[in-house]
């Protein structure tokens, strides 16, 4: 879940610690934006901005930035040891917009790093190459727009949503955006569980406090948190539902068609409406004792590990390998390889040989953390985890290969998945 405490706590520019000459500043676009790193303007470095005004500055989200930080890829000029606060040199702007232009291109995060910090060879090289992408994906979507196009005249009307949104007296009620709650339904729709003997993990618990909307489902295996900011603020006392996730998913889908959904939690329903009153649906709330997620997040060990990787790939290893009980992704300075997990050999067997396995997926990706690191999955449990993430590059973050493993994104830092790893293959674990 993103945090807003950088930019809420610390709103103005810091002022800037004592003129020193031997902490120059990097003003290279190479440079990860640490202060001490090579190249200087002088005796006297620039004034510190907040997150807050720094992100204004340079069009990128404070979420964002603190993706990025935790990738290596945009380090803060300076981190506040007690508060945890981040600050920014105005030198680091251009790295900034030249790493948020090279984004909304859609260049995985790994060569955004090979643009900024490679030689100018091997990032024209990456350059050219995803250009020719950006080219063939164009051409793709023109061709089949087209057809589209060409058989409107054949398509059926989709009609008007049904239901009078017949009123319920409200006690809790909040006004959302529509495509965000039907994203929102989406994303932690792929955690919810089928185990009859646990019906309310085939639940979504929603949450309303104060200014804020949460959706949480697990299925023990994976857990996953999606929050929302309101359109219109809270109004009642705050409220607490599970709805059924077979519904709440159709409503989700009539959520996408609204601009805005208003959300009204009463004793007996939970009612959304369309912000212009054309539709309604009705939901029924279930009781149930939840999960308790927040204890689970607050006790995540400290984040020994961070990989980051372009996520369609690694969707598309995970996938090609969801006929194996579990794969084991090995992570390297810079690439990950995904692969079938070693079975574990019975008593007096021996196990399947190397010219039997397939060869490994290798892919580029930035790593943070020291030593070698083998961490496996249920295939079937890390694709979904990954298929309901946002944007071209996804972070994983790992404490042990027997914890609770953390996948984020920098395109919604509002959305957060755990994956519980399985028992790794032999070899190395970090």
């Known amino acids: 879940m993103d945090s807003t405490m950088d930019s809420a706590k610390n709103p103005s520019p810091s002022p800037s610690p004592s003129p020193s000459p031997s902490r120059p500043v990097d003003i290279s676009i190479g440079s990860t934006g640490s202060v001490g790193s090579t190249g200087s303007i002088g005796l006297f470095q620039p004034e510190l901005l907040s997150i807050s005004v720094f992100a204004r500055r340079v069009g990128l989200a404070p979420s964002a930035l603190r993706f990025y930080d935790d990738c290596g890829v945009l380090v803060p000029a300076e981190v506040d040891a007690a508060t945890g606060y981040r600050s920014y040199s105005p030198d680091q702007e251009l790295r900034a917009r030249v790493l948020k232009s090279l984004r909304e291109s859609g260049l995985p995060l790994a060569e955004v790093m090979v643009v900024l910090d490679g030689d100018p060879e091997t990032a024209r090289e990456v350059l050219e190459r995803h250009r020719d992408t950006v080219r063939e994906r164009s ?235 083998r961490v496996g999955f249920d295939p079937a449990v890390l694709a979904p985890a990954l298929e309901a993430s946002v944007g071209p590059d996804v972070l994983l973050e790992v404490s042990s290969v027997t914890r609770p493993v953390v996948v984020r994104s920098a395109d919604q830092g509002s959305f957060t998945t755990l994956v519980m790893p399985v028992a790794p293959a032999a070899g190395p674990t970090g």
Not at 189 to 195: E, I, K, M, R, T
Not at 329 to 334: F, H, K, P, V
């Open 139 to 373: 051409r793709t979507a023109d061709a089949t727009i087209a057809a589209v196009l060409r058989s409107l005249p054949g398509l059926e009307s989709l009609g008007a949503a049904d239901g009078d949104g017949t009123e319920e007296e409200p006690v809790t009620r909040v006004r959302l955006g529509g495509p965000e709650l039907a994203g929102a339904v989406r994303q932690v729709g792929s955690a919810v569980g089928s185990d009859p003997a646990h019906p309310v993990l085939g639940r979504v618990l929603m949450e309303i406090d104060e200014n804020e909307v949460r959706l949480v489902a697990t299925d023990r295996y994976r857990l996953a948190v999606r929050v929302l900011k309101p359109v219109i603020a809270v109004t009642g006392p705050d409220r607490h539902v599970l709805l059924d996730a077979a519904p709440l998913a159709d409503a989700g889908a009539w959520a996408a068609g609204c601009s805005a959904v208003t959300f009204e939690a009463g004793s007996e329903a939970v009612v959304w409406s369309d912000a212009d009153g054309s539709g309604s649906r009705e939901l029924t709330p279930w009781e149930g004792e939840f999960p308790a997620y927040r204890e689970m997040l607050a006790e995540l060990p400290e984040i020994r590990h961070r990989l980051i990787v372009d996520r369609a790939a690694l969707l598309a290893a995970v996938t090609g390998l969801l006929g194996v009980p579990a794969i084991a992704l090995r992570l390297g300075e810079d690439d990950v390889q995904i692969a079938p997990a070693a079975p574990p050999a019975a008593d007096g067997e021996s196990t399947a040989s190397d010219t039997e396995a397939p060869e490994p997926t290798t892919l580029r990706a930035l790593r943070l953390g020291e030593g070698p690191l």
